[in-house]
C-alpha cells in the first residue's frame, strides 16, 4: 500500500509561483514513474507532468516553460515548481505513482495511486 500526501498549494495571484511537495510513504519510490495531474471545476482531471526515476520528464503544452517537477528518492518527495501561474491554472492538484508503467505516460488510468488533492487557485 502506498499513501500520498500534497501540499504546498494556496491563493495566488497571477504572475506569482507556488511549489507544490507530495510526500510518499508505504512501498518504495525511487524506481517508478511519479505524476501530478490537475482538476478544474466541471472539468476532467488532465495530465500536467510526470517524472522516471533518472529524472527524465514530460510537461502537458499548457505548462512547459512554466512548471518543473523534480524528485528526491532518499527523501520520496517529487516537487513541482511553478512560476508565471495564470488564472487557469486554478485547480485541485493530484500527484500520483504508477507501479504498472514505466513510460512517462500522461493517461489517467496508468496510475496506480492518488494522492488527496491540494487546492491551488491563482486570482486575475
Known amino acids: 500500500q502506498v499513501q500520498l500526501v500534497e501540499s504546498g498549494g494556496g491563493l495566488v495571484q497571477a504572475g506569482g509561483s507556488l511549489r507544490l511537495s507530495c510526500a510518499a510513504s508505504g512501498r518504495t519510490f525511487g524506481s517508478y514513474v511519479m505524476g501530478w495531474f490537475r482538476q478544474a471545476p466541471g472539468k476532467e482531471r488532465e495530465f500536467v507532468t510526470a517524472?522516471?526515476?533518472?529524472?527524465?520528464?514530460t510537461y502537458s503544452d499548457s505548462v512547459k516553460g512554466r512548471f518543473t517537477i523534480s524528485r528526491d528518492n532518499a527523501k520520496k518527495t517529487v516537487y513541482l515548481q511553478m512560476n508565471s501561474l495564470k488564472p487557469e491554472d486554478t485547480a485541485v492538484y493530484y500527484c500520483?505513482?504508477?507501479?504498472?508503467?514505466?513510460?512517462?505516460?500522461?493517461?489517467?488510468?496508468?496510475?496506480?495511486?492518488w494522492g488527496q488533492g491540494t487546492q491551488v487557485t491563482v486570482s486575475s
Open positions: 500520483a505513482v504508477s507501479y504498472s508503467r514505466r513510460d512517462l505516460n500522461s493517461d489517467y488510468g496508468g496510475y496506480d495511486y
Open positions: 517524472i522516471n526515476w533518472s529524472g527524465d520528464n
